[in-house]
């Protein structure tokens, strides 16, 4: 087959967090003859829930060069090492989900089967005990990993709080000294082509047209090219997640300060988020309308927040679910536009960046062929499923009967995929990742203990070593990881040596 020839230019439409990312990614092709123009408007507001993260941003920071210390300090950000979660499982409970692994497997033996097998013999400690990150996102203390696998630091692994806004403007600094040019505009318009069905251009308010080989979708909730222009539906997933609103707010800095870890605390009808970061602390609930008004929800969220406001609360519709094909024809949907999941579990900013990774290992040519948009879509797929069926978890693993909304999502419908995984689990605490799935085994270990599922068992493999060598070494190992999480700075002292903000309008 003879090459098709390359992509020329690449029309960005959409700011945001999900636009500059992309800008700043596809930066990087502009010395090979690339043209990356990204068209936004001012006058049009971004969502910016995204403000929490998971791990793999590191990545992508990283490969774009950029420094650790300089972005934290740009976007007002914080060290994040996990969420705690408060009354999930039951009114008063709480428990973390840390970043980083449980332990040290012994023998080919998985660390949770190993305390499964003490549990049963009558141990009661809580798994999170044998987390390096949950004892320092405890103790409110931070380190950085290290690289040296001798250390007890290689078990370190974080993420970021950071206030979107200033991410995108970050990245849009970045991206325009590579090349990438914007344009202040609102699209008014956008044309496809009679003999492709490809979109060939779009038209802009003063009668500026634009014109692209490859367009990128990212308009938000409008979903202005993928789907008004080239009409690929929305598949809902309102039956499985129940929340269809949020509303948020940020607050001056107060209670428990510049936490290192994001919560998710339950309320009646839904739940709140906390991010902290340096020049205030983000705040959100999310929730279901079938069960609360908006200005019930705004009241609830206004009477718990750490200190005094700082902003009217702002509302947000959304339907849980995502676009039926996140690429078509030449148009690829980033971030919003291509579905939404609610920020549970802080996913939002890695869609983008999965997206983008994934069109970069698969750049068309002119030819726009099937193959790669059909390997983009089943890759895309399996990640939205893998997400909405790990959200799904929290919902279904609850023991709450206090509320209507929590009674409804304990007893609501499980997909097949997750219904699998749960029987495989009950039975002795078996868990099979798929080797591109984004949850690693312990993060579904420390959801379903956090929440009481608890198996009726475990493997024989854990019965290897006799139960007292196993116990023995737990205790050496949970001594460990307390006294190195008590060595390290506090976190807000990590912030203050390392990478300070500059003062900001909260």
């Not at 008014?188 to 979708?217: I, K």
């Not at 948020?248 to 009808?269: K, L």
Request: proline share 6%; glycine share 10%; with cysteine.
């Amino acid at each position: 087959m003879t090459p098709g020839a390359p992509v020329r230019s690449v029309l960005i439409v959409g700011g945001g967090s999900a636009g500059w990312m992309a800008a700043a990614a596809l930066s990087r092709l502009i010395p090979t003859g690339l043209s990356v123009t990204l068209v936004e408007s001012e006058a049009i507001g971004t969502v910016g829930v995204g403000e929490a993260t998971i791990p793999p941003i590191r990545a992508f920071n990283a490969g774009l060069g950029i420094d650790e210390a300089a972005f934290v300090a740009a976007t007002g950000g914080s060290f994040k090492l996990g969420i705690e979660f408060v009354g999930w499982g039951a009114a008063g409970e709480r428990y973390l989900h840390p970043f980083g692994v449980y332990g040290f497997d012994q023998g080919g033996v998985r660390f949770h089967q190993q305390w499964l097998r003490l549990r049963g013999t009558g141990a009661r400690d809580d798994i999170a005990a044998y987390s390096l990150v949950a004892a320092a996102a405890r103790a409110g203390r931070f380190a950085p990993p290290s690289a040296d696998p001798a250390s007890v630091l290689s078990q370190m692994n974080h993420a970021y709080h950071f206030d979107a806004g200033l991410y995108a403007r970050f990245l849009r600094r970045l991206a325009e000294r590579a090349g990438v040019r914007r344009v202040e505009g609102e699209v008014t318009n956008v044309e496809r082509d009679g003999a492709t069905g490809r979109v060939a251009r779009v038209h802009l308010a003063g009668d500026w047209v634009l014109e692209a080989d490859l367009f990128l979708d990212c308009t938000g909730f409008r979903a202005l090219l993928i789907g008004e222009a080239m009409g690929v539906g929305f598949e809902d997933w309102g039956e499985w997640l129940p929340c269809d609103r949020a509303v948020t707010v940020p607050c001056a800095t107060g209670g428990d300060g510049i936490t290192p870890y994001t919560r998710a605390t339950a309320r009646d009808a839904g739940w709140q988020w906390r991010i902290p970061l340096q020049h205030r602390t983000g705040n959100g609930y999310v929730y279901a309308s079938a069960h609360l008004s908006d200005d019930a929800a705004a009241a609830t969220l206004l009477a718990n927040l750490d200190g005094p406001a700082l902003a009217e609360p702002r509302l947000l519709r959304f339907r849980a679910g995502r676009r039926r094909r996140q690429w078509a024809g030449n148009v690829v949907a980033l971030g919003l536009s291509g579905g939404f999941l609610e920020p549970l579990e802080s996913t939002a900013i890695h869609m983008v960046q999965s997206g983008v990774s994934r069109l970069m290992a698969l750049f068309p040519d002119r030819r726009f062929a099937p193959p790669a948009a059909d390997a983009f879509n089943r890759l895309a797929d399996r990640q939205w499923e893998q997400v909405r069926d790990f959200l799904i978890l929290h919902y279904r693993a609850t023991r709450r009967a206090d509320t209507p909304f929590w009674r409804e999502a304990a007893a609501g419908p499980v997909p097949d995929t997750l219904a699998d995984r749960l029987a495989l689990w009950k039975l002795n605490g078996r868990l099979f990742r798929h080797e591109d799935e984004l949850f690693a085994e312990d993060s579904w270990v420390a959801v379903l203990l956090g929440q009481g599922i608890v198996p009726e068992g475990w493997e024989r493999t854990a019965e290897l070593e006799p139960a007292r060598a196993v116990a023995d070494r737990f205790a050496r190992l949970r001594a460990m990881f307390a006294d190195a999480a008590r060595r390290m700075p506090p976190h807000g002292d990590y912030l203050a040596s390392n990478c300070p903000a500059p003062r900001m309008p909260a």
